[in-house]
């Protein structure tokens, strides 16, 4: 199978190296293409590589009708529509790590540019001004410098700075005494850490939460003649409220790489000279464009080639060994979901999904998820995946129960669902077998031993003499051949369920004469 792969924002040759070697992908690397010219050509592609000037939107996604992934080669995935992405099953990957040195060496520059204003100096020297009163800075020995958002980026922004002679404080929700004390930095709570600093940087994704985060308010609590910076995403500080704070003297400086619009131009902040700042170059090293392209290419490529990723953005990624551990459940869940929904032959309405024995410690989301996506695939067809199964349940009303419990008799591990529809409700229980694969172990209440694959025939009967022989001769005469024949009761002469494993498709005719005897109360066949 080959795949168009389209790059539309520059990305670094050689980070592409891996996507090149590749004999199965044609890539086509057009960078200036208009949102009307990539609407038109989207659907072309199996996926899609950006940086962050593409924008990835909602109308964009809809009309890429053959696209798998989109890779963003960084961190922040605010230019692409997640929602968007999920609904429509498509994957995101970005590359979180290549280029967080890059980030935190540019907040550094971007800090001492501001302490000892040189931006400001070299502007008016090329303007032959030769002013060494004017371009007094400020040490930043013994200096506070706040951080905000301690995340990949703001850990290493705290170490340079400590190397700096700088005391360091950090407000960041998942941060704990624990960790503050190894890094050697204080903490506090975001009002505590805007307080005290007499440098404020922040480091968080823009989200509904931090958008503004910086804003009159916060620059009312701050010290007097605080300098800011934002190399993270324009739209953390309220850029008004900069504009202010910096006029009213609150401010004494910000030094900015992001902005709310980009490209950031015609705006008043650039007209004041307390205000350095430079187009979103945070990760514009050679080093740091090599490793997020390199990082984001092999995601994309062992995606389309393997289904597996290492950095997605909109599926919860576990770790390698947790993976490893789970992965082998895969195909039994969604085999489960597969034959659970053929059994009810309706749409589903609840699913109650319980994990037990050595499954309960594993995390399981990946199962349910591979479950969940084979029931909805019988009615909403194969544009369903990993990606959009639990938001397609949701959007479609189905609710989704998961519990786990490690006891269990008999088997090591178990997974047993059960799918309430709008009149039935109907269980199966199935296994995976160490070294022979999965099994499906129960049906409702009745006892079986079968691989879930290939066709079916679930049968619910009176157990009395003779049905097997009828059965067995009617099958016979449509030319079936019976491959494996499990049969289990209730009780003597009382409700059956008769399993067999058939070599071909059962047709609706074989079906309805079956159906026809009278012993026999219900027949479905199941193609897995
Ligand atoms: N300027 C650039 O070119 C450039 C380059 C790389 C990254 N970035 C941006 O830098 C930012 C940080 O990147 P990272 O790799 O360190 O991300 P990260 O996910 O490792 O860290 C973000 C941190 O922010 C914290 N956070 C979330 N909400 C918060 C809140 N309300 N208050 C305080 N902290 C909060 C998170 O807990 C997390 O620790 C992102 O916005 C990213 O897009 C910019
Ligand atoms: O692509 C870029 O240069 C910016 C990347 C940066 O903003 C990121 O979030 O990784």
């Known amino acids: 199978m080959s795949f168009n792969i389209l790059i539309s924002d520059p990305l670094s040759e050689e980070g592409i190296y891996p996507l090149r070697q590749a004999d199965n992908v044609n890539i086509v690397m057009d960078t200036g293409l208009t949102n009307e010219q990539l609407e038109e050509r989207i659907h072309e592609f199996d996926a899609l590589l950006v940086r962050s000037q593409t924008q990835v939107t909602r109308s964009l996604i809809s009309k890429a009708t053959n696209l798998k992934i989109i890779g963003r080669a960084g961190v922040g995935v605010d230019n692409i529509d997640l929602d968007a992405a999920t609904e429509y099953g498509i994957i995101v990957v970005n590359a979180p790590n290549g280029n967080t040195n890059s980030a935190a060496e540019h907040t550094m520059a971007m800090l001492m540019a501001l302490s000892r204003n040189i931006p400001q100096a070299y502007h008016a020297l090329k303007n032959q001004k030769w002013d060494r009163k004017k371009y007094v800075g400020v040490e930043l020995k013994n200096k506070t410098l706040g951080i905000v958002g301690l995340g990949r980026i703001g850990v290493e922004v705290a170490a340079r700075a400590k190397g700096q002679r700088m005391n360091v404080v950090a407000y960041d929700p998942f941060l704990t005494e624990e960790k503050a004390e190894k890094l050697g930095i204080g903490y506090g709570t975001f009002e505590e850490v805007i307080k005290q600093a007499d440098f404020i940087t922040v480091h968080t994704p823009l989200l509904k939460e931090t958008r503004h985060m910086i804003n009159a308010d916060a620059f009312s609590i701050m010290k007097n003649g605080v300098q800011i910076i934002n190399c993270a995403r324009g739209g953390i500080i309220d850029e008004d409220a900069l504009y202010d704070a910096i006029l009213s003297g609150k401010v004494a400086g910000a030094a900015l790489d992001v902005f709310e619009k980009e490209p950031f131009m015609d705006h008043k902040l650039l007209e004041l000279p307390e205000v350095v700042a430079t187009p979103h170059l945070g990760a514009s090293t050679i080093e740091a464009q090599e490793s997020v392209a390199i990082d984001v290419s092999h995601d994309v490529i062992s995606f389309l080639n393997e289904d597996m990723v290492k950095n997605p953005v909109n599926l919860p990624s576990l770790p390698k060994e947790a993976l490893a551990k789970i992965e082998p459940y895969f195909d039994l ?162 409700n059956a369920m008769m399993m067999l494993t058939i070599d071909k498709h059962l047709e609706q005719d074989a079906l309805e004469e079956l159906q026809n005897l009278e012993e026999i109360k219900e027949v479905v066949a199941i193609d897995l």
Request: aromatic share 4%; glycine share 10%; net charge neutral.
């Open 333 to 494: 869940a969604e085999k489960l979901g597969a034959f659970l929904i053929d059994l009810t032959n309706e749409v589903a309405e609840e699913v109650s999904i319980s994990y037990s024995g050595e499954l309960y410690d594993m995390d399981v989301s990946p199962l349910t998820r591979n479950l969940v996506k084979g029931i909805l695939k019988r009615h909403l067809g194969s544009h369903v995946n990993d990606v959009n199964a639990l938001y397609l349940a949701e959007r479609n009303g189905i609710a989704i129960n998961e519990n786990k419990t490690s006891v269990l008799k008999g088997f090591t591990n178990l997974i047993s669902v059960e799918i309430k529809t709008k009149t039935k409700q109907r269980t199966v229980a199935g296994t995976l077998l160490n070294g022979f694969g999965p099994r499906i172990v129960k049906v409702d209440n009745y006892r079986v031993d079968v691989t879930p694959k290939g066709h079916m025939v679930v049968i619910q009967h009176i157990d009395q003499p003779g049905v097997i022989g009828r059965m067995g001769s009617m099958l016979a005469k449509h030319d079936v051949n019976i491959a494996t024949m499990q049969v289990d009761r209730s009780d003597i002469g009382g």
